[in-house]
């Protein structure tokens, strides 16, 4: 399976960007999916993971309320809405797949199972 991330970009203090990750190759619905980012200088961190029926997500804590998770199966694509973004969210953001046999979608950047990703979009987020 292949893992394309696309909607990345420019954006001043306040915007807002759609990114998506579109699956092909193998049908994505059988995964959960996580959102992960790693900016310049820091360790990758988990930002948002999905349930495979998309009833279940998680965040983490600097991005609630301002991110939502979504996805639409029949299209095998993910998508992660960013609102009122912020300089701190300025980083390259990747989506990875979890092995279908995990249950349950994980945040931690050193969980198991993570083995699909794709290859990262820029997102740029200037005051």
């Known amino acids: 399976m292949r893992l394309e991330e696309s909607g990345g970009g420019s954006v001043q203090a306040g915007g807002s960007l759609r990114l998506s990750c579109t699956a092909s190759?193998?049908?994505?619905?059988?995964?959960?999916v996580t959102w992960y980012r790693q900016a310049p200088g820091k360790g990758r961190e988990g930002v948002s993971c999905?349930?495979?029926?998309?009833?279940?997500?998680s965040y983490i804590d600097s991005v609630k309320g301002r991110f939502v998770i979504s996805r639409d199966n029949p299209k095998d694509t993910v998508y992660l809405q960013m609102n009122n973004l912020k300089p701190e969210d300025t980083a390259v953001y990747y989506c990875?797949?979890?092995?279908?046999?995990?249950?349950?979608?994980?945040?931690?950047?050193?969980?198991?199972?993570?083995?699909?990703w794709g290859q990262g979009t820029q997102v740029t987020v200037s005051s």
């Open positions: 990875a797949a979890r092995d279908p046999g995990w249950p349950t979608c994980s945040l931690d950047p050193g969980a198991s199972g993570f083995g699909w």
């Open positions: 190759g193998y049908p994505l619905p059988y995964f959960t």
């Open positions: 999905v349930s495979k029926d998309g009833k279940n997500s």
